[in-house]
């Protein structure tokens, strides 16, 4: 997941991973949802997802496959 701290948009890269990602959500700080995707195409292996409305702060992106999870924190300026 990058750029790290974020302006517009953030990349995710899923080629790599051994499991389809079906689903990817930003958090706020006290964990409310503010942002998810749920039906990713498995042939999508580079995910850009527009932050350029989200208020500068700290957030967490949580991004789950069929057998895990997992949460990045990031910025937005």
Known sequence: ???NPA???LILKTNGV???VTNFSILDLTGRIIFSLQ???DAEEIL????HTLPSGIYFAQIKTDTQ???VK???N
Not at 48 to 51: A, H, L, N, W
């Open 1 to 3: 997941l990058y750029p």
């Open 7 to 9: 302006d517009d948009v």
């Open 18 to 20: 051994n499991h389809d």
């Open 39 to 41: 039906e990713i195409s």
């Open 48 to 51: 850009k997802i527009d932050v």
């Open 69 to 71: 999870a997992e949460t």
């Open 74 to 76: 990031f910025v937005k």
